[in-house]
């Protein structure tokens, strides 16, 4: 048996790579003061430990007065007889002779696990080792080391936000479409970096080739595609800009698709109720179904819950909601043009979810009308509310939040009357571009931010479309109102420029940005007018640019405020409303 470490609480592993293994260290010292931390750490005597690969598993014995730490790696020799668990293939002990001779008797630390024993003596060893094994799995990236922007504190920037993404996502705090997003984006990252490496390590040092100079050219594409990557990761890792900047959304909900009419033309009101007196019956018939069902083609049903009552509708359709607490398991999708209601006051009709996973309510439908009824969300890992596309109508509602508020997709359009939001952890209500919003008579407080308005990212994005009259926003911890604008620092010229001694020049024509309605598709910053010409340059000169990454994440993301944002040309209308007690100021701007 192994010590079992892979269980490790965030703050146990948080607290050994701060305290212990890195400190304060920078990039390049991340190798150094690892070494220095298992040498201080790792048992000096001999000890027993299971060499586990994808192939086999075998028990070796450490030998701690020979081991290279150094190089990360442990001199072993193996323990006969011969105990090896293969993974389909054979081998035998003097192929496994054989593979540590090839080897020199060294192996990588991290593909050992010690052979648990009570007197505690090798705790620390196996303590040490998982850190180990954690830390270059799931937090350092090839590419961390070859930031020429070395003078950072590497846990504040690296360690820590990728520590917590990992936990948030093994704690199901993090959509699955959004892990995916982010694994996928590891994965081309470094076959990217890898393409950049090989590249880099072909050039020779002496030659000004022709050849040479097209794989400079080749080289700073695959630069460029690094640091697209890069800066995603960034957005997906920090969690201010991860929903905001990155997140597509549930693919399923994006999938529903709308029922329209039904053939018969027969139009249903869905009542939605567990039980209720016969006053209320009376009280509803006299109100609502009477008005709603005097044509011969109309119809009632009822129903327990609100989903299945929505999940029932087509187009044209009311969902009446009786008071009463209603819990859901699952979101609320509404792909069709109806009218959802409730039959009372906001906090006599409440629906919450507490399950984990999607959105509360997804909105796609042309023209859908929200009423009188108290959205409450626990333990979410999405928004309560999101407009992906069409229209929808808000009144009178009520919206208990949990990470982010309401969302206002590009090309989609709210209009939220005399509602009250408040608890997001993010933005109470998010607006990305082309979107039409209209905010009229509203609460918007106790959140992150009051109001976050994503600005247009590059050419093709239209600025959203806003009203805001009559709105309260207070007691929000930052901003009532916020602009979020990309940094369009240009990150690749210093670097061009060393390669740049003649007048022959060199066009690269992308732009940093993001896409207005999906995940960040960052694209580096124009540079133009750069000279590769080898005749007259240095070979050095040529080839430094390859030979280190550019800095990328030099500038950290950041926020100022403003004194206003009104002359906006954003604001269609802006008038009448009052901010109040917000943590950092009325308005303001956040760089990414």
Not at 171 to 200: H, N
Not at 397 to 412: F, P, Y
Not at 477 to 506: D, F, R
Not at 513 to 532: D, K, R
């Amino acid at each position: 048996d192994t010590f079992q470490t892979s269980h490790l609480l965030f703050y146990e592993r948080f607290k050994a790579y701060q305290d212990y293994m890195l400190g304060d260290c920078k990039p390049s010292e991340v190798k150094t003061f690892t070494v220095d931390y298992l040498e201080k750490v790792l048992e000096p005597c001999d000890w027993l430990a299971l060499w586990s690969t994808d192939v086999f598993d075998v028990l070796v014995e450490v030998r701690p007065t020979v081991t290279h730490i150094s190089d990360l790696k442990a001199c072993v020799r193996l323990v006969l007889p011969l105990q090896c668990e293969t993974k389909g293939c054979e081998l035998t002990e003097d192929a496994m002779k054989s593979l540590l001779e090839a080897t020199q008797h060294k192996v990588p630390l991290q593909q050992l696990q010690v052979v648990y024993e009570e007197s505690g003596d090798f705790d620390q060893t196996a303590l040490a080792l998982e850190h180990l094994r954690f830390f270059y799995k799931h937090i350092w990236r090839q590419w961390d080391e070859e930031d020429e922007d070395d003078d950072f504190d590497y846990f504040v920037r690296c360690v820590e936000p990728r520590l917590r993404l990992y936990y948030d996502m093994l704690e199901d705090r993090v959509p699955a479409g959004l892990i995916a997003e982010y694994q996928s984006l590891l994965e081309k990252c470094s076959q990217c970096f890898q393409q950049f490496s090989v590249l880099r390590s072909s050039l020779s040092t002496d030659s000004d080739s022709e050849l040479d100079n097209v794989s400079m050219v080749e080289g700073l594409k695959l630069c460029d595609q690094v640091e697209t990557f890069k800066r995603k990761l960034h957005i997906i890792e920090n969690p201010l800009l991860r929903y905001v900047l990155a997140y597509k959304g549930n693919a399923r909900q994006q999938c529903v698709q709308s029922r329209g009419p039904r053939e018969s033309g027969v139009k249903v009101v869905h009542v939605v109720t567990a039980s209720c007196s016969s006053i209320q019956l009376q009280s509803l018939l006299s109100a609502r179904l009477m008005p709603l069902c005097s044509s011969e083609d109309a119809e009632i049903q009822f129903h327990r819950e609100p989903v299945s009552a929505v999940d029932s509708c087509h187009q044209g359709d009311v969902v009446i909601v009786l008071p009463g607490i209603y819990s859901v398991n699952r979101s609320i999708s509404i792909p069709d043009s109806i009218t959802v209601e409730g039959f009372g006051f906001p906090d006599e009709v409440v629906i919450e979810k507490k399950t984990k996973g999607d959105s509360f309510v997804e909105s796609t439908g042309a023209d859908v009308r929200l009423s009188n009824i108290k959205f409450i969300q626990h333990d979410a890992i999405e928004g309560i509310l999101c407009v992906r596309q069409g229209t929808l109508n808000m009144e009178n509602c009520v919206l208990q939040c949990e990470t982010t508020g309401v969302i206002v997709r590009t090309s989609a359009r709210l209009t939220m009357n005399m509602c009250d939001l408040y608890g997001s952890k993010g933005a109470g209500v998010e607006i990305y571009p082309g979107s039409v919003c209209s905010l009229v008579g509203n609460g918007i407080h106790h959140c992150k931010d009051g109001i976050l308005i994503k600005d247009f990212a590059d050419e093709l994005d239209v600025m959203p479309s806003i009203t805001m009259e009559n709105n309260v926003v207070h007691n929000n911890e930052g901003y009532g109102v916020i602009l979020v604008k990309p940094n369009n620092a240009k990150q690749c010229s210093g670097s061009v420029a060393k390669m740049s001694t003649t007048s022959s020049s060199l066009a690269t024509s992308t732009t940093t940005t993001l896409t207005s309605s999906s995940s960040a598709g960052l694209q580096p910053e124009p540079v133009a007018n750069n000279s590769i010409d080898g005749d007259t340059a240095s070979s050095t000169g040529q080839k430094w640019p390859l030979s280190r990454q550019l800095s990328r994440n030099k500038e950290m993301s950041c926020s100022r405020a403003v004194e206003d944002l009104m002359d906006h040309q954003i604001f269609v209308s802006i008038q009448g409303n009052q901010f109040k007690r917000n943590g950092m100021g009325d308005f303001g701007t956040f760089f990414y």
